[in-house]
């Protein structure tokens, strides 16, 4: 199993290969959308690229939930109802939801995905840690 600065080293690498972004602009709490520029389209080949990379599989929506602003139990007037922050807390373990909750615009969501959780996420995964 490679250590945590290996992981983050792999990871960085494949956002600046995935984004054309410089290296320096690839820090832990880097956001894919705000700070990395990322777009939907990208997110499919940063998946496939952990893939390869890692040699891991990731269903879709495993990595980066969708449809969760869609559903009316778990968001209500542009928020993230309590219900749908625990429903975020469960499908994203490897994200900080807590702080986003203090907050919890749909908008603000894109936040959640940051380098670090990337990086979280692929080391639970190598250690079979379900997510």
Known sequence: MPTAEEIYTKVSETLVDALGVDDDEVTPDATLVGDLGAESIDFLDIVFRLE??????????????????ADTTLVKDGMVTPAGVAELKKRMPHADVDSFAKNPKVENIQ?????QMIVNFVQRKLAGTST
């Open 111 to 115: 936040e959640l995905f940051t380098v």
């Open 52 to 69: 390869k990379n890692f040699s891991i599989k990731i269903p879709r929506g495993e990595l980066f939930p969708e449809s969760l602003a």
